[in-house]
C-alpha cells in the first residue's frame, strides 16, 4: 500500500478566512512533505518534516503554517491567504529523510482557491 | 538558478514508442525520478534511476541517463490512450533531513488513435 490521503479535496476560502489542509499516510513513512503546484506548472516545495520536526521550510510565507502532530498525520493551516495563494497542494512521505528513502508518494492533493 | 528542462509537448500514435527527454541541473543527485500527472490529480511515481546507473527497464518503461551531459530519458513502448498525461522528471537532494525533489518543467503527452 503507497497511499497518501488529502482532505478536503476542494476548497473555497476568503483572505480573511482560517483554514486547514490535512494529510495522512499509514505506511510507517517518517519524512513528509507539502508542495505547492501552480496551474500548468511544477510542484514545489514548501515544507519537509523529518520525524516530526520541520527540517526544511523553503522561505514560505508565515500565512501557511504546518504541523506535524504524529508520525502518520500532516497538516497546513491556512489564515489570511491571498489570491494568488490559489493552488494544487500536495502531500508527500517517503520512508525516511535518508538517503535511503529514494521513493517519494503523493497524495491527491487539495485544489485551494482563494476569493 | 537553473531549470530543469523538459519539452513542453509530445504527440504520438497509439501503439507507437514515446521518448520523454529531461536535462537536468545537479550533478550530485542521487536519484532521477519520472512522475506522472493526470488532470485534477496528484502525482505517480512511474520509475526511478540510481545516478551510477545508465539504464532501468520495467515492464514498458526504460529509462536512459547520460550523466556526462546531464540528460535522462524515459521511453514508453507501446503507447496507449491511457498514457495520456504530464510527465515530470525530478533530481534530489537530500539536504536537512529531506529528500527534496526538483521538477522538471513537464511534458505533456498526447496519444491519438
Known amino acids: 500500500d503507497t497511499e497518501v490521503t488529502q482532505t478536503p479535496k476542494h476548497l473555497v476560502m476568503g483572505m480573511t478566512n482560517k483554514k486547514s489542509l490535512k494529510c495522512e499516510q499509514h505506511m510507517g513513512h517518517r519524512a513528509m512533505y507539502w508542495y505547492k503546484q501552480k496551474a500548468k506548472k511544477p510542484p514545489e516545495l514548501m515544507f519537509v518534516?523529518?520525524?516530526?520536526?520541520?527540517?526544511i521550510n523553503e522561505s514560505v510565507p508565515s500565512r501557511f503554517s504546518p504541523e506535524c502532530p504524529n508520525s502518520s498525520l500532516l497538516n497546513l493551516h491556512l489564515h489570511a491567504l491571498q489570491p494568488e495563494d490559489s493552488a494544487l497542494y500536495l502531500c508527500?512521505?517517503?520512508?525516511?529523510?535518508?538517503?535511503?528513502?529514494?521513493?517519494?508518494?503523493f497524495g491527491p492533493g487539495t485544489r485551494l482557491t482563494v476569493t | 538558478g537553473e531549470d530543469v528542462e523538459q519539452s513542453l509537448f509530445l504527440s504520438v500514435r497509439e501503439g507507437d514508442s514515446s521518448v520523454i527527454n529531461c536535462t537536468y541541473t545537479d550533478s550530485s543527485s542521487t536519484y532521477l525520478y519520472w512522475y506522472k500527472q493526470e488532470p485534477g490529480a496528484g502525482l505517480q511515481l512511474l520509475t526511478y534511476?540510481?545516478?551510477?546507473?545508465d539504464m532501468k527497464q520495467d515492464q514498458r518503461l526504460t529509462v536512459l541517463l547520460n550523466k556526462k551531459d546531464k540528460h535522462l530519458s524515459l521511453r514508453i513502448a507501446d503507447t496507449q490512450t491511457g498514457d495520456s498525461a504530464i510527465y515530470f522528471c525530478?533530481?534530489?537532494?537530500?539536504?536537512?533531513?529531506?529528500?527534496?525533489?526538483?521538477f522538471g518543467t513537464g511534458t505533456q503527452l498526447k496519444v491519438e488513435l
Open positions: 508527500a512521505s517517503s520512508q525516511d529523510g535518508s538517503g535511503r528513502s529514494y521513493e517519494q508518494y
Open positions: 534511476i540510481f545516478s551510477n546507473m
Open positions: 525530478a533530481e534530489s537532494s537530500f539536504t536537512g533531513g529531506g529528500n527534496k525533489l526538483t
Open positions: 518534516y523529518s520525524y516530526e520536526k520541520l527540517s
